[in-house]
């Protein structure tokens, strides 16, 4: 199925929303909870899967099901122009960080992201899911095991938490990142996950237990402020009741490390 070509612009600096504007007959699609705004003569409409033009019953319950496997909803909203003009709407982002833009036509036609990085494409964009082909990866890399695959010719837009880094690594160049911060890359990345050598760097370290390792060519999205880190400090900080196990403090992560909470 053809991309719809859409025109976008971004708007704001640390909470961000992307205004996409569509002639007649463009559609958007979306994630559940990402719209904000829209014109009038914009239809909504909830579909099943990835919205990408799949057809007959299997292959929407297949789609669907590859998102299920992410994490996310199984159906996603397409937002169609039904007017004579142009249109706009809006889509935000859940939390602190930004928008990047990504014409996938000039990035190979693919892209791999965390599995809760997209927020609207263009219709006709396929959002699957992609495997690590390594079993370690999938065991023991957290976040890295399965991640989302936008594929198309069309603009699709994800967001991310923080200050975003566009790296491109050159044929052979390795570059090593937290599982959590790493936000996107183009297929051509040799990606594999690796677990942090020693046990108290792994405890007491406060990077996490295993590293991202992405080697070039190709273009890498890095994050400065993954959003299950913020949640964590968030939750540190919350007020509660009784014992020293609800205090947010280190005893409460021991307690949590060996009594499996």
Known sequence: MNNHKIDY?????DMQFVEVELDPEETVVAEAGSFMMMDDRIAMETIFGDGAGTTGLMGKLFSAGK????????FMTAFTNEGTEKKH???ASPYPGKIIPMDLSELGGKIICQKDAFLAAA???SVGIEFQKKLGTGFFGGEGFIMQKLEGDGMAFVHAGGTIQRKELQEGETLRVDTGCLVA???DVSYSIEMVKGVKTALFGGEGLFLATMQGPGAV??????????ASRVFAAMPHN???KDE?????GLFNLFDGD
């Open 89 to 91: 709407v809006s889509f």
């Open 242 to 244: 009784g014992g020293t």
């Open 221 to 230: 999205w890095i994050q400065s402020l993954p959003f299950s880190r913020l």
């Open 123 to 125: 219709k006709g964009v």
């Open 9 to 13: 612009r971004i708007y704001g600096d």
């Open 185 to 187: 890359m183009t297929s």
């Open 67 to 74: 998102r299920m496997l992410t994490g996310e909803s199984l």
């Open 248 to 252: 947010g403090s280190i005893a409460k």
